[in-house]
């Protein structure tokens, strides 16, 4: 008697899938949510593509004490100059075939909801980014070569290849922002072993050797992206249309050591939050670093106190305290924070500018449009998100960092 057998009748069964996809992905972002929760918050009050806003950056010194029957002082005034936030217009797209969107209504006949997941993971990989570009400028850079590769490889250190993944499409610059390569795609990101190493990343096609100070930006963004913090927290270069060499008040506090690490200690913290108050920029509200500063700062209380404790601060994050004589400060650790590096930030004087939270493409009446170019037409769709973004301070000298900080 012949036995109906699984393998045999494998062709006409159907397959079950799990309904959740198991994410080998990480997403956490944390800067950025941080902001816009305990900062000045988000603002939508725009007016077309800037927002404009004046900085008082001399006093009235119109003042003096005299004797009886002398002149009084002559009146003076306080000196303005106005800072102009232009937004930053970012935006993610995924592609499905018409067979997909159709197959895709029932859960037997898919993986997942096709539809529901490509969304939600565009969503995702945009939210991550944006956290990555909070830590950046406007540039875009995502990691700098520090050897020579070849037609096929980029190398660069541990600490410059945090932001590289594969299937990434990058664009290669040379150290004077002249294109090299465009469009490639990465293929493997391959770390040595010690935390110290090299990064070697393979991407294909072929193209023009890489050069040690080479750069990588994603494809088409460079000098397109939101301006981050590592632009804001600086002592020099125009930001927001403000010049720091004509305006000595627009700069933020750096405390650097020539590119030679460093240990943490407290004296450095207290000094570098000293100087932002001595600037005139009150007193920071959080410091972000990556995991590795975040363990030595564990390590050096760890030698100082028999307990450290994470305390919980506003918003819900927690973090090792930094004890000031203004109070405690979270030093919150973020793995898209830049290795080497604490940034002292003021959140009371950050905010988020956009137009609205990331949307679809719609004003036409549909998200979806059909796929076509000048090779025909196609039984695919695409959509398209966006967001119109940035950040601002309304006192950079508010800000400050510690770098060169050994891991």
Request: charged residues 20%; contains cysteine.
């Amino acid at each position: 008697m012949a036995t109906l057998t699984l393998a045999a009748a494998d062709a006409i069964l159907k397959e079950v899938y799990e309904k959740a996809l198991q994410d080998q992905m990480q997403s956490e972002v944390t800067a950025l949510k941080r902001i816009a929760t305990t900062s000045a918050g988000v603002s939508s009050d725009l007016q077309g593509r800037y927002v404009v806003f004046p900085l008082r950056t001399s006093r009235n010194w119109g003042i003096g004490s005299r004797n009886e029957m002398e002149a009084l002082p002559v009146p003076k005034t306080n000196k303005y100059a106005a800072a102009r936030v232009q937004l930053s217009y970012l935006y993610g797209g995924c592609q499905l075939s018409g067979q997909t969107l159709k197959l895709a209504n029932t859960d037997e006949q898919a993986f997942v909801n096709a539809l529901s997941q490509e969304l939600t993971g565009l969503r995702e990989t945009l939210g991550k980014d944006l956290g990555r570009q909070f830590y950046g400028t406007a540039i875009g850079k995502l990691a700098t070569a520090n050897a020579a590769g070849t037609t096929t490889t980029f190398v660069c250190s541990n600490a410059e290849a945090i932001y590289l993944e594969a299937d990434m499409y990058v664009d290669c610059y040379t150290s004077a922002d002249a294109l090299r390569n465009t469009n490639s795609q990465i293929t493997l990101v391959a770390k040595d072993t010690p935390s110290a190493g090299s990064t070697t990343v393979t991407f294909t096609p072929a193209a023009t050797a890489t050069a040690s100070g080479d750069y990588l930006v994603i494809t088409g963004s460079r000098a397109r992206e939101s301006i981050g913090i590592r632009q804001i927290i600086s002592t020099t270069g125009v930001l927001y249309n403000v010049d720091p060499a004509v305006v000595t008040q627009w700069k933020a506090t750096v405390n650097s050591n020539g590119g030679t690490l460093r240990p943490i200690s407290e004296g450095l913290m207290i000094q570098l939050a000293d100087d932002v108050r001595t600037l005139g920029g009150g007193q920071p509200t959080v410091g972000f670093c990556s995991l590795g500063v975040r363990r030595q700062y564990f390590n050096l209380l760890s030698q100082q106190r028999q307990i450290v404790n994470t305390q919980k601060f506003e918003g819900g994050f927690e973090g090792l305290a930094f004890t000031t004589d203004k109070g405690d400060i979270p030093i919150v650790s973020d793995l898209q924070c830049p290795w080497n590096s604490l940034f002292f930030v003021n959140e009371k004087q950050l905010k988020i500018y956009q137009a609205g939270d990331w949307a679809f493409m719609d004003m036409d009446g549909s998200r979806w449009q059909r796929v076509i170019d000048t090779n025909g037409n196609y039984d695919a769709y695409q959509t398209f998100m966006y967001r119109y973004y940035q950040i601002g301070t309304h006192r950079r000298n508010a800000h400050g960092l510690l770098s060169d900080i050994t891991q």
